[in-house]
């Protein structure tokens, strides 16, 4: 997804308060002011997945304002009273989404928005979409990334909005024009105005055939330039000499890869460079709301075909990177318009349909996220010591990977969003 508009004016504090207003007239959720960590909580859970491959039964996790303090056996009475008891659901880390496009929505007449459309509108269905990822239990997502995700992340870091931590580029670089110069100025643009990763277009979308866009010299540019700011880099890219480049560039991620092969993937393991595919929610999402897109930038009948085409191609793809030893997987789902809320059926595809291991799927949308996000020290597992960022689900993903669309219970940073456990 791209979005070429750039309305960088800064909402807060008026425009912010504007949008929350107006949130208010759609009817959508406001984060009461009242949301703060309580003091000491103990919930009881039947299983835990501790987000690094390992599980247990029965179980109590101690948290203390927005930490996770202590994790005992089941039996423990040293801890309190029970306060959410959780017997029946199996406990683990709120799920991250590496990629998403928070702002991107349909409009009042279903279809996609026009670059004409108010900064305001687009806070407001940002944070429509925020809450609806938060309650399916996604703690934190990477915006990949627009103006109004700033917007965002400051409304929802001060409770005006419901929703996960959001990690934002911005922006993206796409203008293969830009010398080396320009684009490390650009990148230090991007640092000031807030990004927490910088993203860059190194190939073209899958639906104009995802060939290499910007030279091996300019990829260079943008991540020697990012690694200097002390930020990450996030890299589209299709094709292999793209995906080649970013990974002899030291960039942190790349993404997409429809159109890698072992050599890619062997290369990247080298270099510890980690790999985002997406191969399931983002074209099943293009082809439900095919109507609602159709038209728009490079979204006509050729683009669909392709998207076609390109499903059993990114399957197979997926099953290549399963087998290269060493390969940091990670788990992004490139969700838009249509597809928040939804995160988890990227989860459940990779299972189902391209065989990965649930264990090793869940650890890949779990702490593996949260180390490529430069984050592992504090989310993405549960462990005395880590962020209180935990959600709990109707059966074993183990056993049955769709019980990640049964979200019961939401905590975040020790804050309780959701609790429909019963
Ligand atoms: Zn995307």
Same mark, same amino acid.
């Given at each position: 997804m791209t979005r070429s508009n750039f309305d960088a004016r800064p909402l807060r504090p008026r425009r912010l308060r504007t949008a929350v207003a107006a949130l208010a007239l759609t009817g959508a959720a406001i984060a009461p002011a009242t949301l703060a960590a309580q003091s000491h909580i103990v919930i009881r859970a039947g299983r835990l997945l501790d987000g690094k491959g390992g599980v247990r039964d029965t179980v109590i996790v101690v948290v203390d304002s927005s930490r996770i303090t202590r994790i005992t056996n =089941?039996? #423990? *009475?040293? *801890? =309190?009273?029970? *306060?959410? #008891?959780?017997?029946r659901f199996t406990l683990m880390p709120g799920m991250i989404d590496t990629h998403v496009h928070i702002d991107s929505h349909f409009g009042a007449d279903g279809r996609m928005p026009d670059e004409l459309e108010s900064q305001l509108n687009r806070v407001v269905a940002a944070g429509q979409n925020a809450e609806a990822t938060l309650r399916a239990g996604f703690t934190t997502v990477q915006s990949i990334g627009a103006p109004p995700d700033i917007e965002l992340r400051y409304g929802i870091a001060h409770g005006d909005f419901l929703g996960p931590r959001v990690l934002t580029s911005v922006s993206q670089l796409t203008d293969t024009k830009m010398t080396p110069d320009e684009i490390r100025r650009w990148v230090r643009t991007m640092v000031s105005r807030g990004a927490d990763v910088i993203k860059i277009f190194a190939s073209k979308s899958i639906r104009d055939g995802g060939g290499q866009t910007l030279s091996d010299a300019q990829i260079r540019a943008a991540c020697g330039e990012a690694k200097l700011a002390g930020k990450r880099t996030w890299v589209h890219a299709h094709s292999a000499s793209a995906a080649r480049a970013a990974v002899l560039a030291g960039c942190t991620t790349v993404a997409h890869g429809s159109q890698l092969t072992d050599r890619e993937f062997t290369l990247m393991a080298q270099h510890g460079t980690y790999f985002e595919p997406n191969i399931g929610l983002v074209s099943q999402n293009y082809l439900e709301n095919k109507p609602r897109y159709l038209g728009i930038g490079n979204f006509n009948e050729e683009g669909f075909a392709f998207t076609e085409k390109g499903i059993p191609m990114k399957r197979e793809m997926f099953k290549h990177a399963l087998a290269v030893r060493g390969l940091k997987l990670i788990m992004g789902t490139d969700a838009g318009a249509g597809a928040h809320g939804r995160s988890a059926e990227e989860i459940i595809y990779r299972v189902q349909v391209a065989g990965q291991p649930a264990g090793d799927a869940i650890v890949d949308a779990t702490s593996h996220n949260a180390m490529s996000l430069g984050l592992g020290e504090r989310i993405g597992a549960l462990a005395a010591g880590l962020d209180a960022d935990l959600i709990a689900v109707d059966g074993d993903p183990l056993k049955d990977v769709t019980a990640l669309r049964r979200v019961v219970f939401v905590m975040k940073g020790g804050v309780v969003y959701k609790n429909v456990a019963r």
């Open positions: =089941g039996n #423990d *009475t040293s *801890t =309190g009273p029970i *306060t959410y #008891d959780l017997a």
